[in-house]
């Protein structure tokens, strides 16, 4: 009897140990947009948001009762813009949009990156805003998690801060524009 106990605990133990690998891995690609709304879309690896974090108050405004989960990347992030647009965070004067990518798979990063661009871009266009985005890869690194904490930002505009630092490193963080940060 012990022995059927001890080898049914271990099958327990076992599936469990592969159910969080398996969930871990269910992320394929990270997409964060960063205007002063603040929003992470966590995709699958069929390019469908998983998981939504809002990274400040204005984001819980910008995403308001959407419901992004299991929605294509691409209609989430129009969504998510269009929201922008329409509660006034982006407009003629504040219209710089900060992406940033993270995926398993480079050539997949690459197509995010330029597909997500020109999504960006037409929304601004088609709201007679000129606007630009800022697009830079994602690594989740200690240090801009860190400086992410410290000044209340997120780690992508973080990670900026610590990539125009590294270009120019007489800069400090002090440095840095309040409207980056």
């Known amino acids: 009897m012990k022995k059927i106990l001890g080898l049914a605990l271990l099958v327990v133990a076992a599936l469990t140990l592969a159910g969080c690998a398996q969930a871990e891995s269910a992320i394929a ?40 989960i299991g929605v294509d990347y691409n209609i989430a992030v129009n969504a998510l813009i269009g929201s922008m647009v329409s509660n ?13 990518i993270q995926s398993n798979d480079t050539v997949r990063e690459t197509e995010l990156m330029a597909n997500l661009t020109q999504a960006i871009n037409d929304v601004l266009t088609g709201a007679s805003i000129d606007g630009s985005v800022i697009t830079q890869e994602l690594d989740f690194e200690q240090d801009a998690e860190d400086l992410s904490e410290l ?31």
Do not use: C, F, H, W
Not at 88 to 100: F, I, P
């Open 29 to 68: 690609s990270t997409i964060a947009i960063d205007v002063n709304p603040s929003v992470v879309l966590e995709l699958d690896e069929n390019d469908k948001v998983v998981n939504v974090i809002m990274n400040n108050e204005d984001a819980v405004i910008i995403v308001g009762d959407m419901d992004l």
């Open 88 to 100: 006034g965070y982006l407009n003629e004067l504040a219209n710089s949009v900060l992406l940033s």
């Open 151 to 181: 000044l209340g930002i997120s780690e992508a505009k973080a990670e900026l801060i610590l990539d125009i630092i590294e270009v120019d490193p007489r800069l400090t963080v002090e440095d840095i524009p309040a409207s980056i940060q």
